[in-house]
């Protein structure tokens, strides 16, 4: 060490020890990147489990042991809800409403038209979007008939615990009726129908 500051008080080694001082800066720099390019790994793998958390918690909606599927039911003065009670292991709320479009069991209920299908249903702060078919609306009913057939829609899905309420889509946007009787252009809850 003592040689090479007398090389470098001499000026023979100037240019040795700026190129030893340059790499010991260059090292220093990389190992700076090198952690924080580590940081984003760990900030980004973070947000990931985060987000698929988010998910699981979503899909951790379901009934188990036995559900109840709402239909109408025409006693000949009115038309009345009435449900049918399913034994099932384990059941989402989207399986549930696939059950629903199937139809009762029972050949005294009816439900919605054969047409109408499931096209998605997600789950957000306790409200439920349920996204039907464009058939949905050309379902023909009178006000009571309208009224059982939505509440069908919202007692099947607010049977789940961490659904409050329930938004009903019609080919992904919202629609003012489906008969013209009973709104459906914002959420529903059981108490609202």
Known sequence: MSKILKNFKAGKSFSFFVVVMLSLVFMFALGGCGNEAENKEDEVKEETEINEEEADAKEEIYKEGEIKLYFTEDTGASFVKSYEEKDVDRVTPKEAMEMLLEGPEDEELFGMSEDVSLLGLEIEEERAYVDFSQELLDISLGHEAEV??????????????????????????TADTISGHVGIDEPLTEEDL
Do not use: C, K, P, R
């Open 148 to 173: 059982v057939l939505v509440a069908s829609i919202v007692y099947t899905l607010t049977q789940f615990d961490g659904i409050e309420e329930v938004q009903i889509l019609v080919e992904g946007d």
